[in-house]
């Protein structure tokens, strides 16, 4: 299994991810993202863990809608818990 790391994501979704980590008061740093390099694209599996704690979330793309707007609705409804203070 060849693992593709968050550097090696588009950056497209690496700012849509960035973006959505700051509105909810999250950094990127706060999160370990993987994606199994082996599935074809339209199966893509996008794999997030908090840093801290082990809340661990896996998200596909379906029906038109990106892993990150997913992963988005989660830091809404607290799925990562809150973020930690500076």
Known sequence: MVLKRYHEFP???RDAF???CARHG???EDFELTEDDNRPAAQ???NVG???GSQFERYTTADGVLWV???ERD???DVFGFP???
């Open 11 to 13: 950056a497209e979704e």
């Open 18 to 20: 960035e973006t959505a």
């Open 26 to 28: 999250f950094v990127v």
């Open 44 to 46: 893509r599996t996008i």
């Open 50 to 52: 908090r840093v801290v």
């Open 69 to 71: 707007e997913r992963f």
């Open 75 to 77: 830091l809404a409804d």
């Open 84 to 86: 930690l203070a500076d």
